[in-house]
């Protein structure tokens, strides 16, 4: 019977019973990155909310991938982006929802001796059909006309002009209305008619829907305000 000589065994532990090496440490910097310092700050630019948005997003993939400080920053950039976003969307659904009218510039108002730029309780003398100017004069002094009323006449959101009978009427079915209404006390004298001011197309293309009511007088010019 043979023997075999093996070398001898080794008495301490095996390659398989080695532990494991320690896995790399991980890179926790003290600085902050960059990426979310620029996405905080462009947040709060609402021409700039995009970028913003980019830099947070690759913000948090470098810090959870590196742990760098940052990521607080990063989420609050994304956070102000998306009230940007929030409010920017908000602020379209308004407009689009808004009456045409509502988003109308503001009417370019009459020349200052326009007889559509007058004020209640105004007398003048002559009238320019061509221009609609008149010559403004104290009511105690002779004077053709006195204004007793404005009045706005209904008209769509459009600039297209009603045409000068519909207007014609309504500015009449207006001023009636405050004619009774100035005279709500009183007796109107027999002398006095009453005269209606309306826009013509070019004044009501430039938001001038307003009438003006006046009185004459059937036998001359007036010499005083008209009592009511």
């Not at 310092?37 to 690759?58: D, E, H, N, R, W």
């Not at 100017?133 to 053709?144: G, L, R, Y």
Request: proline content about 9%; overall charge negative.
């Amino acid at each position: 019977m043979s023997e075999s000589v093996l070398p001898p065994q080794p008495t301490g532990p095996s390659y398989e019973d080695a532990p494991l090496p320690p896995p790399p440490p991980r890179v926790t910097g003290t600085t902050t990155n960059g990426f979310a310092i620029t996405s905080l700050v462009l947040a709060f630019l609402p021409a700039t909310v995009v970028l913003s948005v980019i830099f947070g997003i690759i913000a948090l993939v470098k810090t959870r991938r590196t742990g760098q400080r940052g990521r607080g920053l990063a989420i609050a950039g994304l956070s102000i982006s998306g009230a940007w976003v929030l409010v920017l969307i908000a602020a379209v659904v308004i407009v689009s929802l808004a009456p045409a009218g509502d988003k109308a510039a503001v009417a370019v108002p009459a020349a200052s001796n326009s007889v559509f730029a007058a004020q209640k309780g105004q007398c003048f003398t002559t009238y320019d059909e061509l221009t609609s100017n008149i010559e403004k004069v104290p009511c105690d002094k002779p004077h053709h006309s006195e204004i007793y009323g404005l009045v706005v006449l209904p008209g769509d959101d459009t600039d297209v002009y009603p045409g000068d009978q519909t207007l014609s009427d309504q500015a009449r079915f207006f001023c009636e209305a405050e004619q009774r209404n100035f005279f709500a006390a009183t007796t109107p004298p027999s002398d006095l008619v009453m005269a209606v001011y309306y826009p013509d197309e070019g004044t009501w293309q430039h938001r001038g829907h307003s009438a003006v009511c006046t009185f004459e007088s059937r036998n001359g010019a007036l010499t005083a305000p008209v009592a009511h």
